[in-house]
């Protein structure tokens, strides 16, 4: 099973994907906890990166594109994959119709306050990467690893209106690339964790 995950900045992504990925035993593939993971080992990739990320800007096509063809080769991606965060331009939709067939094409839909108030709340563990939210979650710990949780710098109020509006623009006519294709099924993102990942496992039981 080869699933996309798309969505605004705070649709839920991440949780959702994390979830699936589980329950379907297909590898978590996330762009953005990839550019994270370069960006605190400062590899090369990770400093070029960098100034796109903080900025809320997307990072070039062809750097992103890179990543993703070595990442689909490793092992744990023989059972399939959910790429989460990828693509987010029709370039890279274009580049990925190239090395990857796709089964199916997952819209998380939510209205724009719900964005504001879960990305306001959202905590990032330092050490494993993990994603916490405050009306969740209240301590200043990774429950997981032991590490401190920070707020991501790109959560910033000013940044984030920035990667809404990139996402209107470069990441929005998505939808109806892949819905011209038949992919796309769309499914109501504002409800709890627990109630979306309802509404994705009844749309997955079928293509299982
Ligand atoms: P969110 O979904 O909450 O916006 P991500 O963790 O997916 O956050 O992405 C964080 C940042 O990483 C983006 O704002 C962008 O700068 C960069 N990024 C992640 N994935 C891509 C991608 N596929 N193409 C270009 N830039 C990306
Ligand atoms: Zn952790």
Redesign the pocket.
């Known amino acids: 099973m080869k699933l996309i995950f798309l969505?605004?900045?705070?649709?839920g992504?991440?949780t959702q994907a994390e979830l699936t990925s589980q329950r379907f035993g297909v590898a978590h593939i996330?762009?953005?906890?990839?550019?994270?993971a370069e960006m605190r080992e400062g590899t090369k990739l990770g400093l070029e990166?960098k100034a796109?990320?903080e900025?809320?800007?997307?990072?070039?096509?062809d750097?992103?594109m890179g990543m993703?063809a070595e990442r689909i080769l490793k092992a744990d991606c023989a059972g399939g994959y959910l790429f989460?965060?990828?693509?987010?331009?029709i370039a890279?939709a274009e580049a990925l119709s190239k090395i990857s067939d796709i089964d199916i094409v997952i819209n998380l839909e939510v209205p724009p306050e719900v964005i504001v108030r879960r990305?306001g709340g959202?905590r990032m563990c330092a050490g494993c990467g993990a994603c916490f939210h405050t009306s969740t979650f209240d301590g200043d710990f990774c429950d997981k690893c032991g590490a401190a949780l920070y707020t991501?710098d790109?959560?910033k109020p000013e940044t984030v209106a920035n990667?809404i509006e990139?996402?209107e623009r470069k990441t929005k006519p998505l939808v109806e690339f892949y819905q011209k294709l038949g992919l796309l099924r769309t499914v109501d993102a504002s409800g709890s964790p627990q109630s979306v990942q309802e509404r994705i496992d009844a749309l997955l039981g079928d293509i299982r």
Not at 30 to 36: I, Y
Not at 55 to 61: S, T
Not at 84 to 89: I, L, S, V
């Open positions: 969505g605004p900045p705070g649709a992504k991440g996330s762009t953005g906890d990839m550019l994270r990166a796109y990320v900025r809320g800007e997307l990072v070039p096509d750097v992103i993703i989460d965060g990828f693509p987010r331009t890279q990305i959202r991501r790109d959560d990667r990139v996402y």
